[in-house]
């Protein structure tokens, strides 16, 4: 690992994969795309049934939920912000975490019998769950941050596809546009294949319902209404959360505060360096 770099010095550094002024940077940049998109993002996840049974089986997501999240987002982190000797390490360390987890369901999971195989370098699993990534982070920013234009939007899909290669997605699954990945995902939500099951619903409920660690209280409201808000209605009706109009006018105001709250951690994070990772442990972004 290179020496310890501030957050600042990450900002403007130009050994790693992304450029300064790359549109990555950006909506990684601010809080409130991992505060308010994570939540979303990780409920479309599992509801995939075949990776809600690797999640389900593979991590001890009822007591370690938080922790695992972190580390997830300290390897988006290195690889967006990092060199690429530290992406590359992030990425294998990924890799290393999604070979172990394999294995058959246990019951029927949606259209899926028990006995169904799966694995987490399933290239199918493996592009729905970056295309969740892609999808929350974008509709996250674009909503709460700042609009982008649609080449910025086209982009953005395109680093979060170099992203997908470094975690091992195979390249000639991801869609070449973001016109094509939208094609392809509404095609999923429309199919049956995404659906709500047991197991998705015990992951909703440790998000959702679960104490937050004490520096993310503050975010709780905002981050349970945009889990909700930014769900395909019929997910968000499959995981039993309630909408209406008067939440919908909430969601806004507990953003901005949000935001307001938020700015101070990013000023300091601007003087003080990162912690060195130990990605040897970092868990599969699916997984």
């Known amino acids: 690992m290179s020496r310890r770099r501030s957050h600042a010095e990450r900002l403007a550094s130009t050994d790693g994969w992304f ?5 990555i940077r950006r909506v990684g940049n601010s809080p409130l795309t991992p505060f308010l998109g994570g939540g979303p993002a990780v409920l479309l996840q599992v509801a995939h049934p075949l990776v809600a049974a690797g999640v389900a089986a593979h991590s001890d997501y009822r007591r370690d939920l938080w ?3 972190l580390r997830t987002l300290r390897a988006l ?3 967006t912000f990092g060199s690429k000797d530290e992406a590359a390490w992030a990425g294998a360390a990924v890799q290393r975490v999604h070979a172990r ?4 369901t246990e019951r029927r999971l949606g259209r899926f019998p028990s006995g169904t195989p799966y694995s987490a370098n399933d290239p199918e699993l493996m592009l729905w769950v970056h295309g969740t990534l892609v999808v929350c982070s974008l509709e996250s920013y674009t909503r709460f941050v700042a ?6 939007r086209e982009r953005y899909y395109r ?4 992203v997908a290669r470094i975690f091992g997605v195979p390249g000639d699954v991801i869609p070449p546009s973001l016109a094509d990945f939208e094609a392809w995902w509404e095609g999923m939500l429309a199919a049956d294949t995404i659906t709500v099951t047991p197991p998705a619903r015990e992951v909703a409920a ?3 319902e679960a104490a937050l660690p004490a520096p993310l209280r503050l975010v709780a409201p905002a981050h349970r209404l945009a889990t909700a808000a930014l769900l395909p209605e019929r997910l968000r009706a499959e995981y039993g959360l309630r909408w209406s109009s008067t939440r919908a006018l909430a969601l806004p105001l507990a953003a901005r505060s949000l935001r307001y709250a938020a700015a101070p951690l990013f000023v300091a994070a601007e003087r003080i360096t990162m912690p060195d990772f130990r990605l040897a442990s ?5 997984g």
């Open 206 to 208: 440790v998000i959702l």
């Open 77 to 79: 982190y290195l690889i």
């Open 147 to 152: 609009p982008l234009s649609a080449p910025e």
């Open 19 to 23: 450029a300064p002024d790359s549109v």
């Open 159 to 162: 680093e979060m596809a170099l």
């Open 67 to 69: 922790k695992r999240l």
């Open 101 to 104: 987890v394999h294995g058959r």
């Open 282 to 286: 970092l868990p599969a972004s699916g």
